[in-house]
Nanobody, 116 residues
């Protein structure tokens, strides 16, 4: 079955960095658009960054220049390098694999907390 397993979340101080990883199995990883979403308490889930099968990326405006999404199609992994973190980045971060509007998978999420 399809599994997306996130790792790398945790507690860091403002200005710090974290690297999230998502290991995918059960899908033909290289043909999927992969993305990172986040959901803060009381807020809607939002797209943070995405990368297409061809490597095109897009980012939420508030993370541009601070976050970098990447993928390794040989290892079936998705990564999100997050720098200059602020308390506003605190959320549960979810890995997403999307082929079309019907075929769409989610990981279980990993908590990222930015606090002094």
């Amino acid at each position: 079955q399809v599994q997306l397993v996130e790792s790398g979340g945790g507690l860091v101080q403002p200005g710090g960095s974290l690297r999230l990883s998502c290991s995918a199995s059960g899908i033909n990883f290289k043909i999927y658009t992969m993305g990172w979403y986040r959901q803060a308490p009381g807020k809607q889930r939002e797209l943070v960054a995405a990368i297409t099968s061809g490597g095109t990326t897009n980012y939420l405006d508030s993370v541009k220049g601070r976050f970098t999404i990447s993928r390794d199609n040989f290892k079936n992994t998705l990564s999100l390098q997050m720098n200059s973190l602020t308390p506003e980045d605190t959320a549960v971060y979810y890995c997403n694999a999307r082929l079309n509007s019907v075929i769409n998978y989610w990981g279980q999420g990993t908590q990222v907390t930015i606090s002094a």
